[in-house]
T-cell receptor, first 112, second 110 residues
Framework: DADVTQTPRNRITKTGKRIMLECSQT?????MYWYRQDPGLGLRLIYY???????NKGEISDGYSVSRQAQAKFSLSLESAIPNQTALYFC???????????FGPGTRLTVL | TQLLEQSPQFLSIQEGENLTVYCNSS?????LQWYRQEPGEGPVLLVT?????EVKKLKRLTFQFGDARKDSSLHITAAQPGDTGLYLC??????????FGTGTRLQVFP
C-alpha cells in the first residue's frame, strides 16, 4: 500500500463550488505539506503543518484553507473554486529533522 | 522569494545519448535537492547536495553543486527510456521547506 494517499485522484467541478482534497499517510511523519503544480512553474507551497496544532501559510495560500484532523490526515479546501485553481495538487510528508519529503500521487483538479 | 530557473525546459533525445540539465539561482543556495517525477506520480527524491563543489553519483546520474552554490547540474550518461520524466531541483530553506525550480521535461526515445 502507498505510504501517502490522496483522494480523489481526479475531480472536475464548477466555479463557486466548495472542494475538499484529502491526504492520508502511514509513514508516521509529523510534517505535512500541500503543493500545487502548474506547467512551467514547478511546485509551489500552499500550506504546511509541523504537527496537529501547527498550521502555516505557504507561498500561495490565498483562496485555500487546510485542516490537520490528525497526525496522519491533512485536508485542503477550496472554499469557492475558480478556474485559475485548475492544477495538479500534491500532498507531501516529512519527518522533523530530515530533509526528505515523500509525495502522494497527486489530485488533478479542473475548475470549469 | 528565490527564483530557481531550470534549463532546458524540454529535452528529447535518443537512447544512449548523454545529457545535462541545469538549475540556477538568483542567490546562494543553502542546500539543494533533485527530484524526478513520472507521469501520474509525485516527485521522488534523487539526491541532496549541501557543500559547494560537491559531486554525487547515482548509477548513471551525476549531480554537481557549483563552487559558489548558485547553480547545480544533473548529467545522465547513456540515457534510457526509463529516465523519461520531469526533473525538478528544489532549494531547502528554513531547514524544512522547499522552493522548486521550473523543471526540465526529458523524453528518451528507444
Amino acid at each position: 500500500d502507498a505510504d501517502v494517499t490522496q483522494t480523489p485522484r481526479n475531480r472536475i467541478t464548477k466555479t463557486g463550488k466548495r472542494i475538499m482534497l484529502e491526504c492520508s499517510q502511514t509513514k508516521g511523519h509529523d510534517r505535512m505539506y500541500w503543493y500545487r503544480q502548474d506547467p512551467g512553474l514547478g511546485l509551489r507551497l500552499i500550506y504546511y503543518s509541523f504537527d496537529v496544532k501547527d498550521i502555516n501559510k505557504g507561498e500561495i495560500s490565498d483562496g485555500y484553507s487546510v485542516s490537520r484532523q490528525a497526525q496522519a490526515k491533512f485536508s485542503l479546501s477550496l472554499e469557492s473554486a475558480i478556474p485559475n485553481q485548475t492544477a495538479l495538487y500534491f500532498c507531501a510528508t516529512s519527518d522533523s529533522g530530515h530533509l526528505k519529503q515523500f509525495f502522494g500521487p497527486g489530485t488533478r483538479l479542473t475548475v470549469l | 522569494t528565490q527564483l530557481l530557473e531550470q534549463s532546458p525546459q524540454f529535452l528529447s533525445i535518443q537512447e544512449g545519448e548523454n545529457l545535462t540539465v541545469y538549475c540556477n539561482s538568483s542567490s546562494v543556495f543553502s542546500s539543494l535537492q533533485w527530484y524526478r517525477q513520472e507521469p501520474g506520480e509525485g516527485p521522488v527524491l534523487l539526491v541532496t547536495v549541501v557543500t559547494g563543489g560537491e559531486v554525487k553519483k547515482l548509477k548513471r546520474l551525476t549531480f554537481q553543486f557549483g563552487d559558489a552554490r548558485k547553480d547545480s547540474s544533473l548529467h545522465i550518461t547513456a540515457a534510457q527510456p526509463g529516465d523519461t520524466g520531469l526533473y525538478l531541483c528544489a532549494e531547502i530553506y528554513n531547514t524544512d521547506k522547499l522552493i522548486f525550480g521550473t523543471g526540465t521535461r526529458l523524453q528518451v526515445f528507444p
